[in-house]
């Protein structure tokens, strides 16, 4: 996690860099800090603990001016959010200055190797020792000592550096963290993502592993590390500089719910009707798979939960679904005949990765669902679809979440369609049901008031459980996740029948249970788990297209329109995440920016 930037050019580098650590913030948010080549002809490095906000306020006390420096904001991992802890690192000669995306690994050799030669740390972190080995290493050349310090640096980091012997110039190498290079006829820029640097350009290099790249005002040049030269292509980036504005609404969040219906309908229509995935797609012989692994962390692996339900009911082929985490260590039982789905919003996720590099060094065939074009997940594996989702700046995801449901549902009509599991007049049925999911889901944010009205009954619960029965339960999964993400109320999902056996027993008065049901031949069995939590005190919303026959005060309802079970996820999930985001409103909390989380989880 932790986001940089950096920036070399003819403007005022302090504002391009804080501007663009404003879009890099998602990635992390504990302090940040800039370093700035400047008319002092030393490093100015301001950095603080806390929000961009601090930041801010430090440099409005100690106002720097630059056309060069560097940016980062962070994520902690090693040594607690502090002032000293937050990057730039600056080596003890106050030569070289770096930001740091990643972790290394062996910092604690490398720390006490160059200790024993006399350097004192002053930062609890790992990063520092970039820094301070890159000046251990230095003989005048920097590029020469970047390549140095890569081949001692074990784990993942994305860096930008510094040097003051070369106060026009900024050095960004990567190893398994990204970094794109951005180039405008007023400057060159460095940054983690695509949005820290839209304002400026939408022509962007993506760096590969172990590629070195250096930045004056008016060139960008690429080595390998036996520095030799290399010829990259740049690609032209179609997100708008305003996607990734909040366009008048309070949250990013909110925002990105609203704009479900044009990404589900944009999605759709890449997924399923044109393009470059549909040609892809169609060379993938599905009869060759015997079974298929869908790997991913936090809301994605919940989206493959849902496909679970769908690809297994759609194309009679068994479904696993794992945690990235746990599947890259388990040994999994795969092999050619498997076809592995990994999905990510961000293309980056640390464990996913491993998962997809796992899979593939056991021969399975792996099919990325990714938002982030030129990804590593997009770029690593065999085939990807990309969601169009546009970015999504809000940690907590939502239209990502959407769009690789639209995307795992078109996948399992067209598998279950070759496998000859559908009649063709049935696959035109459930094509047009996910046809018309972006219009079905206007029709839910149309109410958004009467949602909004539910949720503030509900700020002061301290438990919030959630039920559903089969394609239910995989969307209740989502709908907790999402609630304690930015609500901070302890929060649980269920299968409806599971709570008996043990959840039961925490279920009291001041508790709500949100029930879902979408299933009609399992409407009546939620209902009984309904009248079991009601009589015993609890809350109880139900979220679904079934109607509530019997009206009972100890139940309210958000009604959801018809639609066919399989999607139903698609619709419940957009009434939760309306449900989770007022009642985190409603508390007052920084719902884009949630304690302790960041948006991209590159590391382990
Ligand atoms: C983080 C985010 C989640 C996201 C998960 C996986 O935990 O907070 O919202 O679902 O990472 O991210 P990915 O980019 O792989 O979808």
Known sequence: MCGIIGYVGKED????????????????????GIAVYGASGFFDVVKQKGRLASLEAGLA???????????????????????????????????????????????????????????VFSSQTDSEVIAQLAEHYYNGDIMETVIKISGRLEGSYALGIMCVDEPDMLVAVKKDSPLIIGVSKNGNFIASDVPAVLKHTNEVYYLEDREIAVLTKD???FYDMDKQPIQKTPETITWSFDSAEKGGYEHFMLKEI?????????????????????????????????????????????????????????????????????????????????LVILISQSGETADTIAAMR???????????????????????????????????IAVATTKAFSTQLAILYALAVRFATSLGKLSSETENELLCEIKALPEKVTEILKHIDSIQKVASSYVGYKSIFFIGRNIDYAIALEGSLKLKEISYIHSEAYAGGELKHGTISLIEENTLVVAIANCERLYGKIMSNVEQVASRGASVLLIGSCKNDEPDERVSSIVLPDVHELFSPSLSVVALQLLSYYVAANKGLDIDKPRNLAKS???E
Not at 74 to 88: K, M, Q, V
Not at 271 to 287: F, H, P, R
Request: charged letters at 20%.
């Open 219 to 221: 060139s960008v040049q």
């Open 601 to 603: 989880v590159t590391v």
């Open 61 to 119: 006390d100690n106002p720097l001016t630059a056309c060069i420096g560097i940016g980062h904001t962070r994520w902690a991992t090693h040594g607690e959010p502090s002032d000293i802890n937050s990057h730039p690192h600056v080596g003890n000669q106050s030569k070289v200055a770096v930001v740091h995306n990643g972790i290394i690994e062996n910092y604690k050799q490398l720390k006490e190797n160059l200790e024993h030669s006399g350097i």
């Open 258 to 338: 609203m704009e479900q219906p044009k990404v589900l309908r944009d999605t759709i229509n890449s997924a399923t009707v044109s393009g470059e995935c549909k040609e892809n797609i169609e060379n993938l012989d599905i009869s060759r798979f015997n079974k298929i692994v869908i790997t991913a962390c936090g809301s994605a692996y919940n989206a493959g939960v849902v496909a679970k339900y769908v690809f297994e009911q759609l194309c009679r082929l068994s479904v696993e679904v794992e945690l990235a985490s746990e599947f890259r260590y388990k040994d999994a039982i795969i092999d050619s005949k498997t």
């Open 13 to 32: 580098a302090v504002s391009i860099i804080v501007e663009g650590l404003k879009k890099l913030e998602y990635r992390g948010y504990d302090s940040a």
């Open 358 to 392: 796992e899979a593939k060094s056991k021969g399975a065939f792996t099919l990325a669902i990714v938002n982030v074009v030129g990804s590593t997940i997009a770029k690593e594996s065999d085939l990807c679809l990309y969601t169009a989702a546009g970015p999504e």
